[in-house]
């Protein structure tokens, strides 16, 4: 059964069944927004979200980024989708827009945090973006096989008036990765302010 995570809440990456999730999907979804013309029609504009995963270590320096322009970690453990420039037109299409791929197996011994960000790239306001939700999950980009946890990105208070923030982290602890569900908007416009944020207030 899926978690519905809240905001602050840290989870062990347990299945049911007490096996460890040692590969999970944290895909993002999103829509279109609807604008109305003065003539009554209705209009789709495009959204640009990126999802982003950052790896640090335990010092809190940067080791590698994963975005729309790096698509693959340095050892393979982080896969990125592909960059979605449009959201979903034509309302919910139950399909997550951008997915990155964790294999916590590959990550090497001195990765401390897999922190995972989200911004707008062209500066839409995150409380006008229809259904934008996170969700972890076993399986592939293509295939869901088992949802883990899921969470709503905007419906929680504070998101309007920004364009980034900080979804949440996986953390290693006693040899074991934990997640930190943070949900929190930041006060960034671009990605490496939020790379910098994550490691000043979310580490």
């Given at each position: 059964m899926a978690i519905s995570l809240q905001k602050g809440q840290r989870i062990s990456l347990e299945k049911n069944n007490g096996d460890k999730l040692k590969t999970v999907c944290v895909g993002v979804n999103w829509g279109a927004i609807e604008k109305k013309s003065w003539l009554g029609g209705i209009s789709q504009e495009a959204v640009d979200l990126d999802a982003s995963c950052v790896l640090y270590d335990n010092s809190k320096n940067v080791i590698d980024v994963v975005y729309f322009g790096n698509l693959k970690s340095k050892e393979g453990a982080i896969k990125h989708s592909g960059d979605d420039l449009t959201g979903d037109m034509g309302g919910d299409d139950g399909l997550d827009n951008e997915v990155i791929t964790v294999d916590f197996t590959?990550?090497?011994?001195?990765?401390?945090?897999?922190?995972?960000?989200?911004?707008?790239?062209?500066?839409?306001?995150?409380?006008?973006?229809?259904?934008?939700?996170?969700?972890?999950?076993?399986?592939?980009?293509?295939?869901?096989?088992?949802?883990?946890?899921?969470?709503?990105?905007?419906?929680?208070?504070?998101?309007?008036?920004?364009?980034?923030?900080?979804?949440?982290?996986?953390?290693?602890k006693n040899s074991e990765w934990k997640f930190n569900a943070i949900g929190e908007p930041t006060k960034d416009k671009k990605l490496e302010q939020t790379i910098t944020t994550v490691a000043l207030n979310y580490l």
């Open positions: 590959k990550l090497k011994d001195n990765v401390g945090y897999v922190s995972f960000v989200l911004n707008s790239f062209r500066g839409h306001d995150f409380a006008a973006i229809p259904f934008a939700t996170i969700r972890i999950y076993e399986g592939t980009p293509t295939r869901v096989n088992d949802v883990f946890a899921t969470y709503d990105i905007v419906r929680g208070a504070g998101f309007a008036g920004h364009v980034s923030m900080v979804l949440g982290v996986f953390y290693k």
